[in-house]
């Protein structure tokens, strides 16, 4: 299954504390196991706030979520962070004056664990505005781990069931230079093709597209 909001992409013409510092979330009864989507260590309660730190190859920056905002994309989000299921992974879909997109992870097998994983839908109560992030879907009942940060005004998703559960307080200017050179994927564009992704892993994206930024560590840090 492919989450690609190409179909949104064509409406939407281009053109369109400094110190805090990481500190791992309390330990679970039993340690995150990202290989593992069904065990209860990846099934905890998010804070009703809190915030992730992402430090990236072009910088850091925090995301600040609200779990009021959509209930189950935060938890979601919560548990990826705490596993260290984003470590390594790429902003393989970056398209300018649009959004960035990540959370394929890099091991073909974690992937393929993933892929049916899927959270039930939020209402949308937030819009996607410039900074707010929010889960990508391949159509109802669909999300698993990918996500994106909106660069603009994007609030025509929030009618297609786009539901933001945070946004990024500190170093939007980080994500503003998340390389964006390959533009579209494949089949469309040039870009990664999300097939080969998920079965060939970050091995594929290193060899053909090495610009593309990643993440170095994503870890939840205090309010």
Known sequence: MTYRLAFVFALLAVGCRPGERSRAAPSATSPAD???PASAAMRERAP?????RFETSAGDFVIEVHRDWAPFGADRFYN????????DARFFRVISGFMAQFGIHGDPHVAAAWRDARIPDDPVRQHNSRGAVSFATAGPGTRTTQLFINYA?????DGMGFSPFGRVVLGMEVVDRLYPGYGEGAPGGRGPDQG???AEGSAYLARDFPKLDRITRATIVAP
């Open 196 to 198: 080969r992704l998920q």
């Open 48 to 52: 009703d706030t809190f915030r992730a």
């Open 80 to 87: 990826l962070v705490k596993s260290g299921y984003y470590d």
């Open 153 to 157: 005004d994007n609030s025509r998703l």
């Open 34 to 36: 990202f290989h593992n």
